[in-house]
């Protein structure tokens, strides 16, 4: 993965024409942490975990970024990570850098006081490296607004109350409105916008969706809403289809019940890698990376893809995809919402004030619709695709953020 984002990463560089030397100086973590994990189990046999945090950047502020409980997670996958919330951070226009950490245990074969004692030693680990000024962890893969909590109380016993050392927490615990939903709703938002790129309105616009946790249930509806048909929508144990489209409440409460959209009754059932190829207008991959590879690129129908998940596309698929014209809004755009809420809510606890879901929404959908327009202009300007026009405008951000802080020689300023 790390090597992916390096790709686009070039390619937008020699846009901006960097010299190697700034090129490598910004490419490069600025601290990378691998801390042990020992706890015991509810067997009471000892087990241990490697947890990861790889801060990348903080010219624009304190790192921001999620933890991901997952097997495969490691350092490389945290790097590629970080590197990535750096740019989003900057296109959305958030004052954060760009961290991502997580621990390489299956939630899914762990109990709840399990979870919560590998979640407390990663905080007692790595507590000097996070805080509200610091580095500001967040939800991804296999965590929620209950791990959140853990961490919140965890680090609050070193530092005293600190609700804003982490976002994405319970309301009760001063979460933000609408934190949950954010990045599908900003997903809703950048295909409104793709939709007007390319003339088109949502009726009749059948859409497709892989993944169905946070991010994919929470797209599929919002999107369902603004009255587009969810015709397919795939996990990782198989995927359900409707051609008058889904049901998508009754399928929320289905996935919640049984922890998989499989076996959903309202649609017909198919193979959940097929969803990629789906015959539809919208692809909205949602899961984990790699999902549009050089095998499948070929099979995919869609005219528009907008990337929940970060890093869904691979870099063959992805010049396969430019080659064809299809607009793909990059994870780096796409996603944002999340983070974009996580700094309401960031900016919440620190002035210790709450703020009503509808102004959240609001301000939420004029940062993805500006954040989408400066993205496009860069795309035109340049004659780029949507997705090297992000990372220049990322670059560009974080490079002028930088230089401005101290004294360069002329030819390393943005
Ligand atoms: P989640 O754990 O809530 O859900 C993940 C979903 O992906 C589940 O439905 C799971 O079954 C599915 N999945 C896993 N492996 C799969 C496979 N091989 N094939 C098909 N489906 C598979 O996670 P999430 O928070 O929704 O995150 C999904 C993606 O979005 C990740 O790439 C994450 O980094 C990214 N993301 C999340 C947020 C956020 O706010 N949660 C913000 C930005 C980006």
């Known amino acids: 993965m790390l090597e992916e984002s390096h790709y686009y990463f070039q390619k937008a ?7 190697d030397r700034l090129r490598e100086i ?17 067997a009471g046999c000892l087990q241990h975990y490697q947890g990861f945090r790889v801060q990348h950047n903080k010219s624009r502020g304190p790192m921001k970024g999620g933890l991901r409980y997952h097997p495969a997670m490691d350092e490389d996958h945290a790097a ?5 919330m750096t740019w989003k951070t900057a296109i959305v226009d958030v004052p954060f850098g760009g961290a991502k950490g997580g621990i390489n245990c299956d939630p899914s074969t762990m109990s709840e006081r399990e979870l919560n ?4 030693r990663f905080v007692e680990q790595t507590k000097e490296i996070i ?15 209950k791990v959140m909590g853990w961490i919140m109380d965890e680090y609050s016993k070193y530092a005293g109350f600190s609700p804003a050392v982490v976002t994405g927490k319970p309301l009760e615990l001063f979460g933000s409105e609408g934190r949950d939903e954010a990045t599908g709703r900003g997903v809703m938002v950048v295909l409104d916008e793709a939709l007007k790129d390319q003339g088109k309105s949502w009726q009749n616009i059948r859409v497709a969706i892989q993944g169905f946790g946070n991010v994919g249930s929470n797209s599929a509806r919002l999107i369902a809403e603004q009255g587009a048909r969810i015709v397919a929508v795939a996990d990782h144990l198989g995927g359900v289809s409707n051609d008058n489209g889904l049901d998508i409440g009754a399928l929320v409460a289905w996935a919640a019940e049984h922890r998989t959209v499989k076996g959903f009754p309202g649609g017909k059932a198919f193979a959940g890698p097929e969803v990629i190829t789906w015959d539809v207008d919208v692809l909205i991959p949602a899961a984990l990376e790699d999902a549009i590879t050089e095998e499948n690129v070929d099979g995919v129908r869609a ?4 990337e929940g998940a970060n890093g869904p596309t691979s870099p063959a698929a992805h010049e396969a995809l430019v080659e064809r014209g299809v607009l793909v809004v990059p994870d780096i755009l796409a996603n944002a919402g999340g983070v974009t809420v996580s700094y309401f809510e960031w900016a919440q606890n620190i002035q210790q ?3 009503q879901k509808d102004r959240i929404n609001e301000e939420l959908t004029s940062k993805m619709r500006e954040a989408y327009a400066a993205v496009r202009t860069v795309a035109e300007k340049e004659h780029i695709d949507m997705r090297i026009a992000a990372f220049v405008l990322a670059i560009r951000r974080v ?11 002329e030819n390393f300023r943005f």
Do not use: E, H, M, Q
Request: charged share 20%.
């Open 13 to 19: 560089a020699d846009v901006l024409n960097l010299p």
């Open 26 to 42: 910004i490419w490069t973590p600025i601290r990378t942490v691998k801390v042990d994990l020992v706890i015991d189990d509810d």
């Open 80 to 84: 590629a990570l970080a590197n990535l």
């Open 117 to 120: 004692s590998v979640t407390r």
């Open 131 to 145: 805080g509200p000024t610091i580095d500001i962890p967040a939800p991804d893969v296999n965590t929620n607004a």
């Open 303 to 306: 005219d528009i893809i907008i």
């Open 353 to 355: 004030f709450r703020w």
């Open 399 to 409: 490079g002028k953020a930088a230089t401005s802080r101290t004294y360069v020689a």
